[in-house]
């Protein structure tokens, strides 16, 4: 069975999550969400950034490691009131007085004997005689039976009960919001700009009969691997089982093209004269430069950081060789200022754009330009 809504990316799913989250708050909404999504595409990630943002509580349940009576408690018999009371299960939000998000992960695998119980949460926000607080934040999570994993349709009774987001993957979106934000090495978020294609495979590894395909979780793993791992061998091994042999050879092209030369940290060192001939002169190489430099970016760099990337747009004049003249410059250029004005603006640091000759001519160019 398809799930037949619009998809959209896991920053609009997260739009989406925030201002219900806003709307429950303000007394004038109350739903619960389910995420559809392959593997990897960051379903979890998703919550997990919504309860940071919100700072609500996690209440993170896989519902695949759990039977129908974790939900709804232990019965024991009170002698004199002559009945059965429930114990109610401590995995469930009871302080009316902090926010909560409880998360129902891999809902579209539990066992079916489990889904009557999770139909009084999703519908009643209640588990027999436990009724969740007002201030608790239902979302799902699942995977669909055609992704390859375990999962069982999921029934109209329960489908009826839920606002259904149908998650994609999509390389701006995860390279802003994600990627960036979070840090991933140069070599990834280069590669993945550059070959979006390749940011969630899945599909096509379920059509070829493979195990392995890249995803916004399998990349995320690649970046940690390229930090931590020095051995190249060793390194290139992981990488492929990680991403598959394809793939991994691919990018190992461009990460050593990179390794040779990128050199962010030695460009904020050296002069501004010596420092045009340590600009790369491929497209990889500049695209990692720039998000290279937009990870390095803090307080004491950005200064610089702002001069390097400013530079970008007339290096096919400072650097008058054939391959910087078929290089989108400027739109590299100021596809990385929007990159690094967004961390700036989130770490309270744009005043620097403000001090910086090399910024104020940027700005000004493009004004004359007609461009803002």
């Known amino acids: 069975m398809s799930v037949n809504t619009r998809p959209v990316s896991a920053g609009e799913a997260f739009d989406v999550l925030l201002h219900g989250w806003q709307a429950q708050a303000a007394g004038r909404m109350t739903a619960s969400w389910m995420l559809h999504g392959r593997p990897g595409i960051g379903k979890t990630e998703i919550v997990a950034q919504l309860a940071r943002s919100t700072g609500a509580r996690l209440f993170d ?19 004199e009131g002559q009945r059965t009371v429930w114990y109610r299960p401590e995995d469930l939000p009871d302080d009316p007085d902090h926010p909560a998000i409880l998360f129902l992960d891999e809902l579209t695998a539990a066992a079916p004997a489990l889904q009557p119980t999770v139909y009084g949460l999703l519908q009643e926000r209640r588990v027999g005689r436990h009724l969740l607080p007002a201030a608790t934040f239902i979302v799902a999570a699942g995977n669909g039976v055609e992704d390859g994993a375990v999962a069982y349709e999921m029934g109209t009774a329960l489908s009826d009960r839920l606002i259904h987001l149908s998650l994609r993957a999509e390389a701006n979106d995860w390279l802003a919001r994600y990627a960036i934000p979070n840090g991933l090495h140069p070599a990834v978020t280069a590669f993945i700009r550059t070959r979006p294609d390749l940011l969630e495979t899945t ?31 060793l390194r290139d091994i992981m990488i492929a089982g990680t991403v598959g042999e394809a793939v991994a050879a691919e990018f ?20 501004a004269r010596a420092r045009v001939a340590m600009y790369p002169d491929t497209m990889h190489g500049l695209t990692a430069l720039v998000y290279g430099l937009i990870g390095i970016a803090d307080a004491q760099t950005l200064p610089g950081v702002i001069e390097i990337m400013a530079e ?19 739109e590299l250029c100021t596809y990385g200022f929007e990159a690094l004005i ?25 004004r004359a330009a007609g461009l803002e």
Request: charged content about 20%; hydrophobic content about 45%.
């Open 203 to 233: 599909e096509e590894a379920l059509r070829r009969g493979q195990m392995i395909a890249c995803t916004p979780r399998s990349w995320a793993r690649v970046s940690t691997i390229l930090a931590t791992v020095p051995d190249r061998r």
């Open 342 to 366: 967004g961390k700036a603006l989130g770490q309270g640091l744009q005043a620097a754009f403000a001090a910086s000759p090399a910024y104020a001519a940027y700005a000004a160019e493009r």
């Open 61 to 79: 349940l896989r519902l695949t490691t759990i039977e129908p009576q974790d939900l709804r408690g232990l019965p024991y018999y009170d002698h």
């Open 312 to 330: 970008i747009r007339h290096l096919s004049r400072l650097r008058p060789e054939p391959a910087f003249a078929r290089l989108p410059l400027g």
């Open 252 to 271: 190992a092209l461009i990460a050593d093209e990179i390794a040779a030369t990128v050199q962010v940290t030695a460009m904020l060192e050296t002069g």
